[in-house]
């Protein structure tokens, strides 16, 4: 089944207001018009709304870099599904590696932060996995990415056209400079599409599931990246903070002529 791809751009705790606003502003510059495949910008929590009314009447979209459990409650420093909502997002990152390495997330946790997106009906989660460098040696792999995925997603139920983005990244890929080998990607999202289609079968995952790389991507090793059969997008970092970069890796990814502009 045929989907557009998708690419998402995570700003983590990198910019500013000011400097998330100015950027939101090029990225909907850049891409007006667009409609080959979607993008996504992520920026931080405080620039969420900014960033809503920025791209109000723009093919972009908006994300959160992280979502809690709770509707509502004692929880400082916490932000809602619903709360997202409100801010104008239509997705969330769910679990990324650098959550779990600094702040200690578990898949319990980002079990109960998946099951509470998908009851909002409104936002899709980017549900993050991969292996540290020591699976990886230890040849845990194919083990570990079925355990997160089990932890992360058994039990719940996807309905009508609700929609699920897994993004497989390596944690000894994040923020290094160096990518998986692009056939190690292919594997290891095999692996993964062959855990979900165990989970929920093929016909949902087909149609409610994408599978993306995530891990020190960039404009010049992107190519290699851009023909896997198992890939449905990219969730780039360091990146997707540069518009011109950013754009050349959409081109690629979704295949455009080499001289053919983002912009239609």
């Given at each position: 089944?045929l989907?557009?791809?998708?690419?998402?751009?995570n700003?983590?705790?990198?910019?500013?207001?000011?400097?998330?606003?100015?950027?939101?502003?090029k990225?909907?510059e850049k891409?007006?018009?667009?409609?080959?495949?979607?993008?996504?910008?992520?920026?931080a929590n405080?620039?969420?709304s900014?960033?809503?009314k920025?791209?109000?009447g723009s093919?972009?979209?908006?994300?959160?870099?992280n979502?809690?459990?709770?509707?509502?409650g004692?929880?400082?420093?916490?932000i809602?599904?619903?709360?997202?909502?409100?801010?104008g997002?239509?997705?969330v990152?769910?679990?990324?590696s650098?959550?779990?390495?600094?702040?200690?997330?578990?898949?319990?946790?980002?079990?109960?932060?998946?099951?509470?997106?998908?009851?909002?009906?409104?936002?899709?989660?980017i549900?993050c996995?991969g292996?540290?460098?020591?699976?990886?040696?230890?040849?845990?792999?194919?083990?570990?990415?079925v355990?997160?995925?089990?932890?992360?997603?058994?039990?719940?139920?996807?309905?009508?056209?609700?929609?699920?983005?897994?993004?497989y990244?390596?944690?000894?890929?994040i923020?290094?400079?160096?990518?998986?080998e692009?056939?190690?990607?292919?594997?290891?999202?095999?692996?993964?599409?062959?855990?979900?289609n165990?989970?929920?079968?093929?016909?949902?995952i087909?149609?409610?599931f994408?599978?993306?790389y995530?891990?020190s991507?960039?404009?010049?090793n992107v190519?290699k990246f851009?023909?896997?059969?198992?890939?449905?997008?990219?969730?780039?970092?360091?990146?997707?903070?540069?518009v011109?970069?950013?754009s050349?890796?959409?081109?690629?990814i979704?295949?455009l002529?080499a001289?053919?502009?983002?912009?239609?």
């Amino acid at each position: 089944m045929l989907t557009k791809k998708i690419i998402i751009a995570n700003w983590k705790m990198n910019l500013s207001l000011a400097e998330t606003v100015g950027l939101t502003k090029k990225f909907k510059e850049k891409f007006a018009g667009f409609n080959q495949g979607e993008v996504v910008i992520c920026p931080a929590n405080l620039a969420l709304s900014q960033a809503a009314k920025i791209l109000k009447g723009s093919q972009l979209k908006l994300g959160a870099q992280n979502v809690f459990w709770e509707d509502k409650g004692m929880y400082t420093g916490e932000i809602s599904a619903d709360m997202l909502v409100e801010a104008g997002c239509q997705y969330v990152i769910i679990g990324h590696s650098e959550r779990r390495k600094y702040l200690f997330e578990n898949y319990e946790m980002i079990h109960k932060k998946v099951r509470a997106v998908l009851e909002t009906a409104k936002l899709t989660p980017i549900v993050c996995i991969g292996e540290t460098i020591e699976e990886k040696e230890s040849d845990r792999r194919d083990f570990v990415l079925v355990e997160q995925l089990q932890q992360a997603l058994s039990g719940i139920d996807v309905f009508g056209n609700q929609q699920i983005i897994v993004a497989y990244e390596p944690v000894w890929a994040i923020g290094t400079g160096t990518a998986i080998e692009p056939s190690e990607a292919e594997y290891a999202h095999k692996i993964i599409r062959l855990a979900l289609n165990d989970m929920f079968g093929m016909r949902i995952i087909s149609q409610n599931f994408k599978i993306i790389y995530g891990g020190s991507i960039n404009s010049k090793n992107v190519k290699k990246f851009a023909a896997l059969e198992n890939m449905d997008g990219l969730l780039v970092g360091g990146v997707g903070l540069k518009v011109d970069d950013f754009s050349k890796v959409v081109k690629s990814i979704i295949n455009l002529p080499a001289g053919r502009p983002v912009k239609n």
